[in-house]
């Protein structure tokens, strides 16, 4: 018998009625968030309140469309107008090379406010605060500290890829937000999973003798499926994510049979699991068609007739299932062979050291009383904090070998499902923003590292103390950072020379 059951055997105890729960054991199956509930409530409606006020302060500058907006927002006013993207000059629908939903948010707010500005630029900015709300609430559930994760938040609020896309009407915030949300979904579901162990044998249930608990529908793990969903119904990169949840689904599975001693736990978790794991899959699959909604109820769609137009019979439900299938594959070849020369291009071992932003707005002729003047809108990651994760990650990855917490194993997961996939893609396209899914999980290394630096509830009080300070420090200079580049995130109008001083690393800012 291996070293691992003989420490479950030690904690586990059984007697006539069946086991002895201890407390240690008690303890590692209870999980879950702080006990500090309303102080944690009020951390996150300060965060949240303070990353809205941020966002929306001058949300209607610049004017006009900018970047990428001339496409999204003149979707999304299309989808509300014919209930698909629309070619204006040739009066039918359009051929896009994403899926809807993304666009379907930006029209929410054109709805509510008109066409505008602020119309299409305000379901950013909600789904930007609401993922400052997510990534607080999470960081505070993997730390166990009200205080880490509120400092989560307020680096999220104050970095400049994720405030720039949070006021500008593109794809990717939505894409992260959902992302986030179904893996704090995941991470709640795994809570969910090990308290039911745990009530399963306070009930005299002894998993050695190879029982289970209860059956219990895992709402948590339903959820997480509906938005993977909707994620892949913004952008298709979603796909990475939905393969890392399931991987850690496997694997939190298998650890939990094996901390409650189960006899098989690999063979218990794959028959357990695996109907549960296909049952997400086909949520998420059914929650993506409901995206496409627009276009099956839609004849003039691209590719909405393809079978009929190749002279084949279109049967209901399945003869527009197949035009659908024919049209993603030929939007996925475009996305393969993706390779035209973009001047703001990346790839992503620039990303993580912020070398190439992407200009939204650029704007000379402007007027600020000195002899050259500039104002600019720019994709540019508050540079102290970016210069941080690599350091970052490379200490939560000692933690998660040397420790083995899951924790730490599922941040290097998520930070790895948002760049690493694109390594794949040497020759393709790519931008900065693309990063902006894995930046929830670069932050969250941050503070897990901010968190080894301050040491357990139970070091020295001069260690927390010291560690308390230099982890202050580091939020307040990256509070600074962000103010300087304010104006270059904002499009305020300056003096040139001011402008060109925030371009710290030259023409690869330029």
Request: glycine letters at 8%.
């Given at each position: 018998?291996?070293?691992?059951?003989?420490?479950?055997?030690?904690?586990?105890?059984?007697?006539?009625?069946?086991?002895?729960?201890?407390?240690?054991?008690?303890?590692?199956?209870?999980?879950?968030?702080?006990?500090?509930?309303?102080?944690?409530?009020?951390?996150?409606?300060?965060?949240?309140?303070?990353?809205?006020?941020?966002?929306?302060?001058?949300?209607?500058?610049?004017?006009?469309?900018?970047?990428?907006?001339?496409?999204?927002?003149?979707?999304?006013?299309?989808?509300?107008?014919?209930?698909?993207?629309?070619?204006?000059?040739?009066?039918?629908?359009?051929?896009?090379?994403?899926?809807?939903?993304?666009?379907?948010?930006?029209?929410?707010?054109?709805?509510?406010?008109?066409?505008?500005?602020?119309?299409?630029?305000?379901?950013?900015?909600?789904?930007?605060?609401?993922?400052?709300?997510?990534?607080?609430?999470?960081?505070?559930?993997?730390?166990?500290?009200?205080?880490?994760?509120?400092?989560?938040?307020?680096?999220?609020?104050?970095?400049?890829?994720?405030?720039?896309?949070?006021?500008?009407?593109?794809?990717?915030?939505f894409l992260m937000v959902f992302l986030l949300a179904a893996f704090y979904c995941i991470v709640l579901d795994r809570d969910f999973q090990r308290r039911r162990w745990l009530r399963a044998m306070e009930s005299g249930i002894d998993p050695r003798n190879g029982f289970r608990p209860p059956l219990a529908v895992p709402w948590w793990r339903i959820a997480s499926g509906v938005l993977c969903g909707l994620a892949m119904g913004v952008k298709w990169s979603a796909l990475w994510?939905?393969?890392?949840?399931?991987?850690?689904?496997?694997?939190?599975?298998?650890?939990?049979?094996?901390?409650?001693?189960?006899?098989?736990?690999?063979?218990?978790?794959?028959?357990?699991?695996?109907?549960?794991?296909?049952?997400?899959?086909?949520?998420?699959?059914?929650?993506?068609?409901?995206?496409?909604?627009?276009?099956?109820?839609?004849?003039?769609?691209?590719?909405?007739?393809?079978?009929?137009?190749?002279?084949?019979?279109?049967?209901p439900v399945l003869g527009a299932l197949h035009n659908l299938w024919q049209y993603h594959v030929d939007v996925l070849q475009f996305h393969e062979t993706l390779d035209t020369a973009h001047t703001?291009?990346?790839?992503?071992?620039?990303?993580?050291?912020?070398?190439?932003?992407?200009?939204?707005?650029?704007?000379?002729?402007?007027?600020?009383?000195?002899?050259?003047?500039?104002?600019?809108?720019?994709?540019?990651?508050?540079?102290?904090?970016?210069?941080?994760?690599?350091?970052?990650?490379?200490?939560?990855l000692w933690w998660a070998v040397s420790k083995r917490d899951w924790r730490a194993w599922a941040i290097l997961g998520g930070a790895a499902a948002g760049i690493v996939p694109w390594l794949l893609y040497p020759e393709r396209t790519m931008f900065f923003f693309y990063a902006i899914p894995a930046e929830p999980f670069l932050i969250m290394a941050v503070v897990f590292t901010m968190g080894m630096i301050i040491g357990p509830r139970g070091a020295s009080p001069e260690r927390r103390l010291s560690g308390a300070l230099i982890c202050a420090g580091f939020v307040v200079l990256i509070a600074l950072c962000f103010a300087y580049f304010w104006p270059l995130y904002t499009g305020q109008i300056m003096p040139y020379d001011d402008w060109h001083s925030r371009i710290w690393l030259g023409s690869n800012w330029i």
């Open positions: 018998m291996n070293a691992a059951v003989d420490h479950n055997e030690s904690e586990l105890r059984s007697d006539r009625t069946g086991p002895v729960v201890t407390e240690e054991l008690r303890a590692r199956l209870r999980g879950g968030a702080p006990p500090d509930r309303r102080r944690g409530w009020i951390a996150v409606l300060l965060v949240a309140g303070f990353a809205a006020a941020l966002r929306l302060i001058g949300l209607t500058h610049p004017k006009g469309l900018i970047f990428d907006e001339i496409y999204y927002a003149q979707d999304a006013r299309q989808l509300l107008e014919h209930g698909i993207e629309w070619n204006v000059d040739a009066d039918t629908g359009a051929y896009v090379a994403h899926p809807p939903f993304g666009k379907w948010c930006i029209a929410l707010g054109e709805w509510l406010f008109g066409y505008n500005e602020f119309g299409w630029r305000i379901s950013s900015v909600v789904a930007g605060v609401v993922s400052v709300i997510l990534v607080t609430m999470l960081a505070r559930r993997l730390t166990g500290s009200t205080v880490l994760g509120a400092t989560a938040g307020l680096l999220m609020s104050m970095d400049g890829l994720h405030f720039v896309l949070s006021r500008t009407a593109l794809l990717d915030i994510f939905i393969l890392l949840i399931i991987i850690l689904t496997y694997v939190w599975e298998y650890r939990l049979r094996r901390t409650v001693g189960a006899v098989h736990p690999a063979r218990d978790t794959l028959l357990d699991e695996t109907g549960w794991i296909a049952g997400f899959g086909v949520i998420s699959i059914l929650a993506y068609l409901a995206t496409w909604t627009g276009w099956f109820i839609n004849d003039e769609g691209a590719f909405r007739s393809w079978r009929s137009d190749q002279g084949m019979d279109e049967p703001y291009q990346s790839w992503p071992w620039q990303w993580m050291v912020n070398a190439r932003p992407v200009v939204f707005f650029w704007s000379s002729d402007v007027d600020c009383g000195a002899d050259r003047c500039a104002s600019e809108v720019l994709l540019l990651g508050t540079p102290l904090l970016w210069w941080a994760f690599i350091p970052a990650l490379v200490a939560v």
